[in-house]
C-alpha cells in the first residue's frame, strides 16, 4: 500500500504521541509538483530532508517520490489526502520560517519556510474550525464548568461536537448541526482536550 494510503485519511490525533503540543498547527496545502524542504536550522543553505511529490494517475491525488525513504523520518500530525493537505505541529516561529515536529512518536523537528502555502494556527483556531471533535478512549465526564468538580450534564448519545472556545486544557463543546444527535443535544459543555502533551479527544476535519 501507497505511504500517503497509508496514513490518516481521517485526522485522530495519537494520544500516545511523545512529542509537544507546540504553539500551533501548521497545514501544508499540496499540489503534485510540491517540493517542500525541510532544515536542521532556520536561514540553513541546504535543505537535511526533502518530500517531492508527483501526480497519482490512478487516484488523482499528489504523492510522494522515494516513499521507502520518506516514511522512516516522516511521522506528522497527519495527511488528508481528499485535500492534499499534510498537518504538522509547530514547535516555533521565526520572522520567515516555522518549526515543525516531523515525527510525533521522536520529537524530531526540522524548519520549513514561510510560503502561501503554509497556514499557521493556533491550537484553538484549528480545533474551533474542525468538522467536528469527539472524546477518545480516555474516559471523561461533560461537565458545566471547565472544572472536574463541576455538575456533570448527563450525555448517552454518540460523541459529535463543535468547539466554542478553549480555557487551558479545558474545551467548550456544542452538539453541532450536522450531528445525528437530536434528541439530547448539548447546548454548552466543557470537556478536557488535552494534559500535559497528551491529547484527549479526537478530531476530523471534514466529514
Not at 111 to 122: F, G, P, Q
Amino acid at each position: 500500500m501507497k505511504f500517503l494510503q497509508a496514513l490518516f485519511i481521517l485526522f485522530t490525533l495519537n494520544a500516545a504521541a511523545q512529542s509537544d503540543l507546540g504553539i500551533g498547527i501548521a497545514t501544508v496545502k499540496l499540489t503534485s509538483s510540491t517540493v517542500l524542504n525541510f532544515y536542521a536550522a532556520a536561514y540553513d543553505k541546504e535543505p537535511k530532508q526533502v518530500i517531492e511529490f508527483y501526480p497519482d494517475e490512478a487516484t488523482g491525488s499528489p504523492d510522494i517520490r522515494n516513499i521507502e525513504a520518506v516514511e522512516k523520518w516522516l511521522k506528522p500530525e497527519g495527511f488528508f489526502l481528499d485535500y492534499d493537505q499534510l498537518v504538522f505541529r509547530c514547535k516555533a516561529e521565526e520572522r520567515f520560517w516555522i518549526e515543525v515536529i516531523v515525527n510525533n512518536e521522536t520529537g524530531e523537528s526540522y524548519w520549513i519556510r514561510k510560503t502561501k502555502s503554509v497556514d499557521l494556527d493556533t491550537w484553538e483556531t484549528f480545533l474551533k474550525d474542525a468538522f467536528m471533535v469527539s472524546r477518545n478512549s480516555f474516559p471523561q465526564e461533560i461537565k458545566a464548568q471547565p472544572s472536574d468538580t463541576a455538575k456533570t450534564i448527563p450525555f448517552d448519545g454518540e460523541d459529535c461536537f463543535q468547539v466554542k472556545s478553549i480555557k487551558g486544557d479545558w474545551i467548550q463543546i456544542f452538539t453541532a448541526p450536522h450531528c445525528d444527535e437530536t434528541d439530547n443535544p448539548i447546548k454548552s459543555g466543557w470537556i478536557r482536550w488535552k494534559e500535559g502533551n497528551e491529547i484527549l479527544i479526537d478530531y476530523f476535519l471534514t466529514a
